[in-house]
């Protein structure tokens, strides 16, 4: 491989979590870089379905490391719980590790959270309610509690009482639910049962990639998601792009080789924010019934719409894409025409047309998309092994994609099935993963 960065180009929930496992086969290393539990990553394997949230999704294979880098923001009591559900299943957990760096989430960042949301009443975010937002902001304030700290009683006690004392005003309806002692308490016992995994994740992945061996850095959520370069503010509170594997991970940028960008043959978002081809319609349900486009984290029904060219012509640009995988095309069986838009237009200026992503939140809030129509196909594609299989309507989107993209399509999805994927004739050329020779 060595270094191969998997993010999704789109609002999240586009299969990364599927691609990754699929990936890890070829991997000695996976490192979650951002986010928290926020994220959902689902595999489907062997008639099981696994859903992580922190753990990195290569922990499937046996003896792979998997390090939940210093970028992302952890809730303990969750990892705990996800451990205790993979190990009541069978799972060896023995390679999972935790950087000592990454940042903690606590539980006044939940109440925070939700309290954020509350304020914010009918322009709220939609976040997923998890601290993450909170938890960012106290690591830019230098405030945050970090892993390392939990094995330390005198110096989180000290961390978290200062970490209180500007929140105060903002914590006084829930003054009786914060108790610092219990707190402290609360959290060494969690650092006792993850001391075992607490490592220094950098150098997990600077001795693999020293070593020629593969390395995936796992993204989550998407790069329209980016507090950066999303549709702020409704955004995640970190960077799911490329570059932030980096940061979030511990290595340079000359340690990535592969950036692959993991699209929906469509469009979903779940929370609130801009979305130019959203369908309100039963286009729209017809989606998100046959794509069971519920959340894997909160179970909100997902917004749908057409793929959007424009958005992901943008978020190849901000990942420097060097692959797209295109999943759930089996979704798409059965419509007669199939919609893409290409560019957008203003519903309130009707002067306004862009084939680029508006930069202005104004005109972004105003936008919708302008189509081509494509021919569909009626075929279940579910079971097709090989481009060849795929109908030409099927294979002519794909083309469409590429054209409208620049970027191969390298590997496409028709079930949920780690072996529902299908490695197209442009992946020899654009990948050196073994899977795809
Ligand atoms: P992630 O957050 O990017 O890992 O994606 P999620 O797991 O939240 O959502 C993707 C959903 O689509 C999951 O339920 C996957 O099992 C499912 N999925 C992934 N790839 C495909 C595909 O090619 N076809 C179908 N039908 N489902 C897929
Ligand atoms: P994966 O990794 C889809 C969305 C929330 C909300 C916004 C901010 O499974 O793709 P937050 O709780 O992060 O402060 O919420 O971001 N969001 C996601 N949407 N997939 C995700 O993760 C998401 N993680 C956060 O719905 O709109
Ligand atoms: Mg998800």
Redesign the pocket.
Known sequence: MPGTVIV?AQW?????????DLLAEHADVVIRFQGGNN??????HGGE?W??HLIP?GILYPGKTCVIGNGVVVDPKVLTGEIDGLRNRGVDVSGLKLSANAHLIMPYHLLLDHAGEARLGKNLIGTTKRGIGPAYADKAARLGIRVQDMLDERILKKKIAAALEPKRAMLRPFAKEIDLQAMTEEYLTYGHRLEQHIADGAALAWRALENGRGVLFEG???AMLDIDHGTYPFVTSSNPVAGAACVGAGVGPKDIDEIWG?T?AYVTRVGAGPFPTELHDETGEQIRQ????F???TGRPRRTGWLDLVALRYAAKLNSLTALAV?????LSGFDRIKVCTSYRGSKDDDYVASDFPYHQSVLHHAVGEYEELEGWQEDI?ACQSEAELPQAARDYLAFVEEHTGVPVVL?????GRD??IWTSRAAEATTLPAAA
């Open positions: 999704g999240g929930d586009e299969g990364k979590g599927k691609i990754v994220a959902g990553h689902t595999i489907v379905t859903k992580f999704s989550a959520q998407g993991i929906k046959r794509g069971g486009e959340g894997t984290t999943t759930k095309l089996d979704v579910s496409v999805g028709v079930g949920p529902q994927v």
